[in-house]
């Protein structure tokens, strides 16, 4: 099988290329799909720098919720995503990606483990517990591994005014968002769930370059529509004995190992 290049900038041609080889789905959609997921600007210039500084591309990344791969493709050996939709589940394993077809709210029945990071992006947003989540993902990382969060925020209240405006919606208030976080909860919810803070990332979205710098510095500093942050497991993480194990719910036990 022909599969896309990895660990080298990510060619959009051979991406297409691949995926018609190997895809069971109509030209059309695979067309669209790399147009939409592959093609230029699919992924920011600062999501790339993210993936450079950190090293991604040469490390073991287990890519939570990857859809066609859109950012799996740039991790290193031995990576591997997790993915319910089965044409997205397809499309990815047809470009040569591991990816593993599953419920990522059910129990993981998966074994592998050891990853350097994981990645979830616009996930914690639509998730029914996101602190079960995180500690699955703390449980498959390596002691010293990380995790980059990205979701939806809740922005200055001028911010949402002039993004409605713009926009006509604030992307937090999602219809299918069960979750909204500000920097604030988004850093404690982790802290809560075995992990520490290194790196919390804002980018002013790019329909509200026009700004003014005092709108920009709301942006920086708690009022921008969206968050990414980095964030280290913490090994020795227990809970606080205040907190009665008699509150734990029975599918948590397996999870609950610290």
Known sequence: MKTAQKHQPVSYDIIKETALLNSSLPREEIERICKESFGKNAISKGLQLLIQKYGLDTKKILDVGCAYGRHLIYFGEGSMGLELKPNEVEFARAIGLKVIQCNIEDKWEFTEAGFDAVWCFSILDHVISPHKLLMECWGRLKDDGLIFIRVSAIPHPLVQRLFKL?????????????????????????????????????????????????????????????????????????????????????????????
Do not use: C, N
């Not at 968050?227 to 599918?251: D, I, M, N």
């Open 166 to 258: 713009q926009q006509g919606y604030v992307p937090y208030q999602a219809t299918e968002h069960l979750y909204a976080y500000t920097r604030k909860s988004l850093e404690f919810l982790l802290e809560r769930a075995g992990y520490k803070v290194v790196e919390v990332v804002i980018s002013p979205p790019v329909q509200l370059r026009f700004l003014t710098p005092l709108i920009k510095l709301l942006l920086r500093y708690g009022g921008s529509v969206q968050l990414t942050v980095v964030a280290r497991k913490s090994p020795e993480f227990k809970y606080p004995e205040k907190r009665l194990k008699a509150f734990t719910p029975h599918w948590m036990l397996e999870l609950d190992k610290r």
